[in-house]
């Protein structure tokens, strides 16, 4: 159940985070020093619980530090942020217990695609953030009709890159690089499975349009780009756009643009806002 706002006489929202890291860290300091009614930071998770509690021990708030697979027996929103590898251990309780979920290692959910009707019978939501993309409410609406085609084509800086699992198993040197290599050309679906941690705006691209096996995609690194840039471009029945955002890279993890963890508090936001524009 959820836990009094004594400021609006409303039950307030308790949110967990998942992973403390370039994502996470920075919307839990954000909920602790949150004044605006209606969330509450309850509790955090790391695989790493010893420096969880490092890096709360100076928040505003005391907030428990627990493991992964609990933050759903004391929290009403769980927001995923963790490795790939941890996705399920937030994932599955979060969901059987009917919680909202939000996921950011939306690659993850791919393979997990019956959480979904999970979801369903639990009563859970899983909401996506928007995190480093633009109009996907348009491509949302435009799916109501006919999709024609979806491509998107990613740049991102070598670094950003060069602790991607598939360059790694390959032995793709991109130090030094002068100019732009494409790593990947074929659908989302397919660089999911070897960028499982740096496709995420990619799937999401799939699963707000014509679906991940549908949507072309391509992926660069290139030098002489300096921040994570995706270029989107839709066809359907109803309207024809191109869409190109750029992202400053975070000093942390450059593969993670400054704009995701805002996209996260605006998400987070729009759970309990009374005024909202878009979805």
Known sequence: ???????????????????????GLPVAKWLDGETEAGLTLAAVASGNK??????????????PVVELGELADCCDVIVECAP???????????????????????TSLLDRMDLIETARQTGARIIVPT???????????????????????????PRGLAK??????????????????????????????????NVNVAVAVGLAGIGPDKTEYEI????????????????????HFEMTIANVPTEENPATGKLVPL??????????TPFKVGT
């Open 1 to 23: 159940m959820t836990t009094p706002d004594t400021a609006h006489g409303k039950a307030a929202l308790r949110v967990g985070i998942g992973g403390l890291g370039t994502v």
């Open 50 to 63: 010893e420096r969880a509690l490092e890096r709360v021990a100076d928040f505003n708030t005391p907030v």
């Open 84 to 106: 790939p590898g941890k996705f399920e251990e937030i994932a599955d309780p979060a969901i059987q217990a009917g919680r909202i979920f939000m996921p950011l290692s939306v």
């Open 131 to 157: 995190g480093a993309l633009l109009g996907l409410d348009a491509l949302r609406a435009a799916a109501l009709g006919t999709i024609h085609s979806v491509t998107m084509i990613t740049r991102k800086p």
């Open 164 to 197: 991607a699992t598939f360059v790694i198993e390959q032995g793709i040197d991109l130090d030094g690089l002068t100019e732009p290599k494409k790593l990947f050309q074929g659908y989302v679906s397919e660089a999911a499975a070897l960028f499982p941690a």
């Open 220 to 239: 660069w690194a290139d030098p002489g780009v300096t921040r994570n840039t995706h270029t989107i471009k839709v066809d359907a029945d109803t309207v």
């Open 263 to 272: 996209s996260v508090i605006e998400t987070l936001r729009g759970l309990v």
